[in-house]
């Protein structure tokens, strides 16, 4: 790359409209408007931008005012935000085709899930790992430092904790990065980057309303530039309301195997009497009624209501012509809740005095399936989870001579998160209600109002899943860079560096346990040190002085991270990149790199918990077998000893094309290929078909007594737990699994990363149109057994593309966005009544007007207005069967036809 390019590149990054913008950024003219007038502090500002441009860091290198050598950069400008209706920074995430879990979708943590599993929705690129796994192979960053990660069972950056009017861009390099920044890069960097500058106040509001739906957010940011220096203050509040299931047509959970019309729960107000293999329908206990049935939907929340608060204050100043510094502080706050029906089953006996005999069937012990909705309402069971976190930072820059600066870090950031589910019914009290004899200790589930001891029943739903962690991480950083020697080329541009961190991770939780216990108990705690060193240097073979036919520019760069953690020892990734222009209207890039995602503290937690379980089903049977009456299943859980890094080997190829013969074109596609090894994770118990083909090796179908009992002497006390299975006449375990979390699976994916920009003025103002998305090409995983499986048509979408046509006419500003999920097949199972997924596509409008005007009350004034969905389109149908059919495919869901009316106003 030539000098040329290279500042321009430099001028378009400080603007926030990088060559590789998804959509437009933030204007030098809107820039400038937020700067101090006058002659003196013009020339300050001109000064101060000046320096500003030599020491920016893009994402994905080491090196101030260089792009990444060979890979592919995403920025996406603080404009994003208004013309997608972005509310949070994960929907402005939601916008981009890489993120696959996030886009064309809804980010929330939760939809019908259960929040002990899930606490943090966070984005996905390449869609490496669960998103329910305690690691994450997507590094999140806030101006390219770490902060401590929120959630009980998982250990993870909340993207919505920073405010949306501080954002200045977004940065995404879809290349694994732990040469430069260590664990978790595997398949790319996300970068929020917040403003440096601003002067003045500027404030915006918008609401949105669906059916049965409302959101509300505001924003206000107010700062002073002196020139020489800026501080600021943003705040963001958000919330909206819960979504459930009866607010959407397409959200059903429906028996498919039976009928697609039928509900598929059988646990209904006023439920069902089963008894000796017939179902009797309450009230009339008459077998030809049929049962009664219910969409178990109905009344489960698939959007969480929420409530979010989150700032920043930034200073920024510099102290002379040498050094200057910049500090950050935040704090953020988010709490969710949702809420669904409980529905149970209970046995009874004729002891019971609430007992009903069915007159066509009088003998036997009755299980009745019933809702405690007649008593405790359709919104009994809670469930919520929520975090609070602070940290603060200080950078300090001083140069070194004419072309070398030392930058320093100081990174202190903490959390608190939580987690319950309460109202669920504990099964020994439930059970024992069931069985009981008088009218003091028994329940009357043909009719629960009618029970005379309505404190019983509050007793059994005095139970909660409950979890608590704190997280705590000190981040402390050197860097030195600059010019090592000049070639024809241009400078050979390098940069060393140290980092510590120091992370403390606190962490408790139990399940079916009282309400308000769990504060009694005392906390789990895990640390852990990391020692790293690291480099990278640029080589400019070829640039504007030495430029020959045919080689316009040709730069190469290297770089290497080696780090040494506490617990599981040391780890180096290096990273080559290349970025070669035949003629300056073409790029061609490549790189290749190793990166990994260490085992996170609540991996490391599990590993010294470890614990029998006994559960009275048999939880997994393989195809052909058939368990015995009575069977019980004997599981080992926790998290394996002894873990190690999750590795992946990443390169990728791309090109760039500007063709001058097009004004306002570029085109650019970028292929990629990563090989991800030793993935952490827990055997799926919950998919059988699954277990037996790719994890057979750590379950045991008929185990002898020697097996039983070498099994339960893995874990301390764990041999009193297999004791009663080993004795004459003992129930029948029909299997033992090991249910730990290990390093166990491969992936490999590889696919193109493609878009095309279009821009031109025009007599009424300016059109533009981009289209950009992503296409998989292969996917292949493997177990720990088993055959290597192709993923790539089942049960995955190979296509994620956003369309985007605009025009600006005037102050108007109008868009149009289109978001095309495609279909994809599924593998059909018992509980999967389907071959294919159906395509997903939505339109969303977008319309922003700035009031012309000079006045107080009319200057810098804008209204704007979102239609996302525009024709209110459904996901495609899901059909599940099971008590967890619900209609709504993965990654695939929508709040329907949402309008969003908003307001700005700069001072």
Same mark, same amino acid.
Request: aromatic share 8%; net charge neutral.
């Given at each position: 790359?030539?000098?040329?390019?290279?500042?321009?590149?430099?001028?378009?990054?400080?603007?926030?409209?990088?060559?590789?913008?998804?959509?437009?950024?933030?204007?030098?003219?809107?820039?400038?408007?937020?700067?101090?007038?006058?002659?003196?502090?013009?020339?300050?500002?001109?000064?101060?931008?000046?320096?500003?441009?030599?020491?920016?860091?893009?994402?994905?290198?080491?090196?101030?005012?260089?792009?990444?050598?060979?890979?592919?950069?995403?920025?996406?400008?603080?404009?994003?935000?208004?013309?997608?209706?972005?509310?949070?920074? %994960?929907?402005?995430?939601?916008?981009?085709?890489?993120?696959?879990?996030?886009?064309?979708?809804?980010? +929330?943590?939760?939809?019908?899930?259960?929040?002990?599993?899930?606490?943090?929705?966070?984005?996905?690129?390449?869609?490496?790992?669960?998103? %329910?796994?305690?690691?994450?192979?997507?590094?999140?960053?806030?101006?390219?430092?770490?902060?401590?990660?929120?959630?009980?069972?998982?250990?993870?950056?909340?993207?919505?904790?920073?405010?949306?009017?501080?954002?200045?861009?977004?940065?995404?390099?879809?290349?694994?990065?732990?040469?430069?920044?260590?664990?978790?890069?595997?398949?790319?960097?996300?970068?929020?980057?917040?403003?440096?500058?601003?002067?003045? /106040?500027?404030?915006?509001?918008?609401?949105?309303?669906?059916?049965?739906?409302?959101?509300?957010?505001?924003?206000?940011?107010?700062?002073?530039?002196?020139?020489?220096?800026?501080?600021?203050?943003?705040? %963001?509040?958000?919330?909206?309301?819960?979504?459930?299931?009866?607010?959407?047509?397409?959200?059903?959970?429906?028996?498919?195997?039976?009928?697609?019309?039928?509900?598929?729960?059988?646990?209904?107000?006023?439920?069902?009497?089963?008894?000796?293999?017939?179902?009797?329908?309450?009230?009339?206990?008459?077998?030809?009624?049929?049962?009664?049935?219910?969409?178990?939907?109905?009344?489960?929340?698939?959007?969480?209501?929420?409530?979010?608060?989150?700032?920043?204050?930034?200073?920024?100043?510099?102290?002379?012509?040498?050094?200057?510094?910049?500090?950050?502080?935040?704090?953020?706050?988010?709490?969710?809740?949702?809420?669904?029906?409980?529905?149970?089953?209970?046995?009874?006996?004729?002891?019971?005095?609430?007992?009903?005999?069915?007159?066509?069937?009088?003998?036997?012990?009755?299980?009745?399936?019933?809702?405690?909705?007649?008593?405790?309402?359709?919104?009994?069971?809670?469930?919520?989870?929520?975090?609070?976190?602070?940290?603060?930072?200080?950078?300090?820059?001083?140069?070194?001579?004419?072309?070398?600066?030392?930058?320093?870090?100081?990174?202190?950031?903490?959390?608190?998160?939580?987690?319950?589910?309460?109202?669920?019914?504990?099964?020994?009290?439930?059970?024992?209600?069931?069985?009981? +004899?008088?009218?003091?200790?028994?329940?009357?589930?043909?009719?629960?109002?009618?029970?005379?001891?309505?404190? /019983?029943?509050?007793?059994?739903?005095?139970?909660?899943?409950?979890?608590?962690?704190?997280?705590?991480?000190?981040?402390?950083?050197?860097?030195?860079?600059?010019?090592?020697?000049?070639?024809?080329?241009?400078?050979?541009?390098?940069?060393?560096?140290?980092?510590?961190?120091?992370?403390?991770?606190?962490?408790?939780?139990?399940?079916?346990?009282?309400?308000?216990?769990?504060?009694?108990?005392?906390?789990?705690?895990?640390?852990?040190?990391?020692?790293?060193?690291?480099?990278?240097?640029?080589?400019?073979?070829?640039?504007?002085?030495?430029?020959?036919?045919?080689?316009?520019?040709?730069?190469?760069?290297?770089?290497?991270?080696?780090?040494?953690?506490?617990?599981?020892?040391?780890?180096?990734?290096?990273?080559?990149?290349?970025?070669?222009?035949?003629?300056?209207?073409?790029?061609?890039?490549?790189?290749?790199?190793?990166?990994?995602?260490?085992?996170?503290?609540?991996?490391?937690?599990?590993?010294?918990?470890?614990?029998?379980?006994?559960?009275?089903?048999?939880?997994?049977?393989?195809?052909?077998?058939?368990?015995?009456?009575?069977?019980?299943?004997?599981?080992?859980?926790?998290?394996?000893?002894?873990?190690?890094?999750?590795?992946?080997?990443?390169?990728?190829?791309?090109?760039?094309?500007?063709?001058?013969?097009?004004?306002?074109?570029?085109?650019?596609?970028?292929?990629?290929?990563?090989?991800?090894?030793?993935?952490?994770?827990?055997?799926?118990?919950?998919?059988?078909?699954? /277990?037996?083909?790719?994890?057979?090796?750590?379950?045991?179908?008929?185990?002898?007594?020697?097996?039983?009992?070498?099994?339960?002497?893995?874990?301390?006390?764990?041999?009193?737990?297999?004791?009663?299975?080993?004795?004459?006449?003992?129930?029948?375990?029909?299997?033992?699994?090991?249910?730990?979390?290990?390093?166990?699976?491969?992936?490999?994916?590889?696919?193109?990363?493609?878009?095309?920009?279009?821009?031109?003025?025009?007599?009424?103002?300016?059109?533009?149109?981009?289209?950009?998305?992503?296409?998989?090409?292969?996917?292949?995983?493997?177990?720990?057994?088993?055959?290597?499986?192709?993923?790539?048509?089942?049960?995955?979408?190979?296509?994620?593309?956003?369309?985007?046509?605009?025009?600006?006419?005037?102050?108007?500003?109008?868009?149009?966005?289109?978001?095309?999920?495609?279909?994809?097949?599924?593998?059909?199972? +018992?509980?999967?009544?389907?071959?294919?997924?159906?395509?997903?596509?939505?339109?969303?409008?977008?319309?922003?007007?700035?009031?012309?005007?000079?006045?107080?009350?009319?200057?810098?004034?804008?209204?704007?207005?979102?239609?996302?969905?525009?024709?209110?389109?459904?996901?495609?149908?899901?059909?599940?069967?099971?008590?967890?059919?619900?209609?709504?495919?993965?990654?695939?869901?929508?709040?329907?036809?949402?309008?969003?009316?908003?307001?700005?106003?700069?001072?």
């Amino acid at each position: 790359m030539n000098v040329t390019s290279v500042r321009s590149l430099r001028c378009g990054l400080l603007a926030g409209i990088a060559a590789a913008a998804l959509s437009p950024g933030i204007s030098l003219a809107q820039q400038a408007s937020q700067r101090p007038q006058g002659e003196e502090a013009a020339k300050a500002k001109a000064k101060s931008d000046a320096a500003s441009v030599d020491d920016i860091v893009v994402t994905g290198t080491l090196l101030r005012g260089a792009a990444p050598v060979g890979s592919n950069l995403i920025s996406v400008g603080q404009d994003a935000v208004q013309s997608q209706g972005a509310t949070s920074t %994960n929907e402005l995430l939601a916008t981009v085709p890489q993120v696959t879990n996030f886009f064309n979708t809804v980010p +929330t943590q939760t939809l019908a899930g259960n929040p002990n599993q899930l606490q943090v929705a966070r984005p996905n690129l390449r869609n490496l790992l669960a998103t %329910n796994a305690s690691t994450s192979a997507t590094l999140v960053l806030v101006d390219g430092r770490r902060l401590a990660g929120v959630g009980v069972n998982q250990a993870t950056l909340d993207p919505d904790l920073i405010p949306t009017g501080a954002i200045e861009r977004v940065e995404i390099v879809t290349d694994g990065g732990s040469s430069t920044y260590g664990a978790d890069a595997v398949g790319g960097v996300i970068n929020f980057i917040t403003r440096r500058r601003f002067n003045g /106040l500027e404030v915006n509001a918008r609401h949105g309303i669906a059916d049965n739906y409302r959101s509300t957010d505001a924003n206000v940011i107010a700062g002073k530039d002196w020139g020489s220096g800026s501080f600021y203050v943003a705040y %963001n509040f958000a919330r909206n309301d819960a979504l459930f299931g009866r607010d959407r047509k397409f959200i059903r959970a429906l028996d498919y195997s039976r009928d697609p019309a039928v509900p598929n729960s059988i646990q209904c107000d006023p439920g069902n009497v089963l008894l000796n293999g017939v179902t009797y329908p309450l009230p009339s206990l008459a077998a030809a009624q049929g049962a009664n049935r219910c969409d178990a939907s109905d009344n489960a929340t698939f959007v969480p209501r929420n409530k979010r608060h989150s700032a920043l204050a930034s200073l920024s100043q510099e102290l002379n012509d040498f050094i200057s510094v910049d500090l950050r502080a935040f704090y953020g706050k988010r709490d969710t809740l949702s809420e669904n029906e409980l529905r149970n089953s209970v046995t009874i006996t004729s002891a019971n005095p609430y007992y009903r005999r069915i007159a066509a069937n009088p003998v036997g012990n009755q299980t009745v399936n019933f809702s405690f909705a007649p008593v405790l309402g359709t919104d009994s069971i809670k469930l919520g989870s929520g975090f609070q976190e602070w940290g603060a930072n200080a950078e300090v820059k001083a140069k070194l001579g004419s072309n070398w600066q030392l930058r320093t870090l100081f990174n202190y950031s903490r959390s608190s998160s939580y987690f319950f589910i309460r109202g669920q019914a504990n099964p020994g009290r439930l059970s024992a209600a069931g069985r009981g +004899t008088t009218l003091a200790t028994a329940i009357n589930p043909y009719d629960l109002a009618a029970t005379s001891n309505q404190a /019983l029943i509050a007793d059994i739903v005095d139970n909660e899943n409950v979890g608590q962690a704190k997280d705590q991480l000190l981040d402390l950083r050197a860097i030195v860079d600059g010019s090592l020697l000049t070639l024809p080329g241009g400078d050979v541009r390098v940069a060393i560096g140290y980092e510590y961190m120091q992370q403390d991770f606190r962490q408790r939780f139990a399940s079916d346990i009282r309400v308000g216990v769990l504060a009694t108990r005392p906390y789990a705690a895990y640390n852990r040190d990391t020692h790293s060193v690291f480099g990278e240097i640029l080589v400019p073979i070829f640039g504007t002085d030495n430029a020959v036919g045919g080689i316009n520019s040709l730069t190469l760069s290297a770089s290497a991270r080696y780090d040494k953690y506490s617990d599981f020892g040391d780890t180096f990734n290096p990273k080559i990149g290349v970025t070669y222009e035949p003629v300056d209207w073409l790029t061609i890039r490549g790189n290749w790199s190793t990166s990994f995602t260490a085992p996170t503290p609540v991996d490391q937690l599990g590993s010294l918990r470890n614990n029998i379980q006994v559960f009275p089903i048999a939880a997994a049977v393989p195809s052909g077998d058939t368990a015995p009456a009575g069977s019980n299943t004997i599981a080992l859980q926790g998290a394996r000893p002894n873990l190690q890094p999750q590795t992946a080997e990443t390169w990728s190829v791309g090109a760039e094309i500007n063709p001058p013969f097009v004004d306002g074109l570029r085109l650019s596609a970028n292929y990629y290929h990563v090989n991800f090894e030793d993935i952490l994770l827990a055997p799926p118990v919950q998919t059988p078909s699954q /277990l037996f083909q790719s994890y057979s090796d750590v379950v045991t179908i008929r185990p002898t007594a020697a097996q039983i009992a070498a099994f339960g002497a893995q874990v301390p006390g764990g041999a009193a737990a297999v004791a009663p299975f080993l004795l004459p006449g003992a129930p029948v375990v029909y299997q033992l699994i090991d249910f730990r979390t290990g390093n166990f699976k491969s992936l490999e994916v590889s696919g193109i990363d493609f878009q095309a920009n279009y821009s031109r003025p025009t007599g009424f103002g300016s059109i533009d149109a981009n289209v950009s998305g992503n296409y998989q090409l292969t996917r292949k995983s493997k177990g720990s057994v088993g055959p290597t499986l192709t993923e790539l048509n089942a049960n995955n979408p190979r296509l994620t593309l956003q369309g985007l046509l605009g025009a600006n006419l005037g102050n108007l500003r109008a868009q149009v966005t289109w978001n095309h999920t495609s279909g994809f097949d599924v593998v059909r199972t +018992t509980q999967l009544i389907q071959d294919r997924i159906g395509a997903f596509d939505t339109i969303n409008l977008f319309f922003k007007y700035d009031v012309p005007g000079e006045s107080a009350l009319l200057k810098d004034l804008s209204f704007t207005l979102n239609i996302n969905n525009v024709f209110d389109t459904d996901p495609p149908a899901f059909r599940q069967t099971g008590l967890n059919g619900f209609a709504t495919a993965p990654n695939e869901f929508t709040l329907g036809r949402l309008f969003m009316l908003g307001a700005s106003k700069k001072f």
